[in-house]
Each structure stands twice: as C-alpha cells, then as structure tokens.
C-alpha cells in the first residue's frame, strides 16, 4: 500500500473515501450485500457478518470476538438528510469498504499510528461520541475489539474525523 500522505484528501465526511488509490476494496450490490438490519446502517461504522442472517447481509457489531468485514461508506444514493437519516435502509443493498483509506469520527481520542478498537456493547450512559460501530483507542472494559490490519493516520480529539487505512482481509 502506498504511504500516508499519497493522493489523499485532508478533511472529509465521516464515511467519506479519503483518496483516490486504485487499491480500494468495496463489496456491495453485485454481490449480494445487503442491509441485514431492521434498522438504518450509517455511514463510517465498523460492520460485520449478520449473525445468524442470510449470506451477504451486513449489520453493526453487537459481541466480542466478531470478524469485522469493513466500513460502510457515504452513499449520496441514500440521503435523507431531511429526514436525519444517513445510512444504508433496511433490507437494501448496501457497500462496505475492505481495503483503502476513509474518513471516519473518533468516538475517543486518536493518535496517529495507534491501536484502534471497535465498539460493539454500548455503555449504561453513552458517553457524547460513542456509538456502536464507532472506533476508539481501548477496550472500553472490553465493550470495543482489537482490530488489527487498520491504521489510523491522523492525531484527533474526540468526536473528529480523521482518517483510517484499511487492509482487512477480503473473504
């Protein structure tokens, strides 16, 4: 994969693809992905299998131990900003992003070259950026997954957007 700081852009929208390298990974409608939830599916959220749904349905992590497949990336095919809605709908076809680099908001603070976790358990008390889906930089007193083959390429506080390299194993 190139370096950080090829061909990228420097601000973005979260789920926003952040550059144009022709080494993006997408899975989507030709082959069969679609929304397994019975609910919206933002934008820039971690998503993984359907447990227990049919092959090619997506959803948000809900345990631990879930193989993440990718990112969900902004598809203006699906705006209802109107609406406050910004996501894949129900039973739709949706996309997800395996390989390459996107925009997405911090629910904690991130450092540049850090590790990255995966909420998948919400707490009690949400803190004001967190969501299920969201990436940090811990555990989370193991309500976020350790996920390796990711790189987070830029230093932000809480609820920013900063960018993410992907090299998620393509299945």
Same mark, same amino acid.
């Given at each position: 994969?190139? +370096?950080?700081? /090829?061909?990228? /852009?420097d601000k973005g929208y979260e789920g926003q693809i952040a550059s144009i390298q022709n080494y993006h990974y997408l899975r989507g409608t030709l082959e069969? @992905?679609?929304n397994g939830s019975s609910s919206y599916l933002p934008w820039g959220r971690f998503i993984v299998a359907k447990p227990g749904g049919m092959a090619g349905?997506?959803?948000?992590? +809900?345990?631990?131990?879930?193989? @993440?497949?990718?990112?969900?990336?902004?598809?203006?095919?699906?705006?209802? =900003? +109107?609406?406050? #809605?910004?996501?894949? !709908?129900?039973? /739709?076809?949706? #996309?997800? =992003?395996?390989?390459? %680099?996107?925009? =997405?908001?911090?629910?904690?603070?991130?450092?540049?070259?850090?590790?990255?976790? %995966?909420?998948?358990?919400?707490?009690?008390?949400?803190?004001?950026?967190?969501?299920?889906?969201? !990436?940090?930089?811990?555990?989370?007193?193991?309500?976020?997954?350790?996920?390796?083959?990711?790189?987070? =390429?830029?230093? %932000? %506080?809480?609820?920013?957007?900063?960018?993410?390299?992907?090299?998620?194993?393509?299945?």
């Amino acid at each position: 994969m190139p +370096s950080a700081g /090829q061909y990228f /852009q420097d601000k973005g929208y979260e789920g926003q693809i952040a550059s144009i390298q022709n080494y993006h990974y997408l899975r989507g409608t030709l082959e069969g @992905i679609t929304n397994g939830s019975s609910s919206y599916l933002p934008w820039g959220r971690f998503i993984v299998a359907k447990p227990g749904g049919m092959a090619g349905e997506i959803d948000l992590p +809900s345990a631990t131990g879930q193989k @993440i497949l990718g990112v969900t990336p902004f598809n203006d095919r699906f705006m209802r =900003l +109107s609406k406050g #809605v910004t996501g894949y !709908p129900p039973k /739709q076809a949706a #996309v997800y =992003l395996a390989k390459g %680099v996107i925009f =997405l908001r911090a629910e904690t603070a991130m450092t540049g070259g850090g590790d990255i976790y %995966v909420r998948h358990t919400a707490n009690t008390v949400p803190g004001q950026h967190e969501a299920i889906g969201r !990436p940090r930089n811990n555990a989370d007193g193991g309500k976020a997954d350790k996920l390796n083959n990711a790189r987070v =390429l830029d230093t %932000v %506080v809480a609820g920013e957007i900063f960018r993410l390299e992907l090299d998620l194993p393509v299945t």
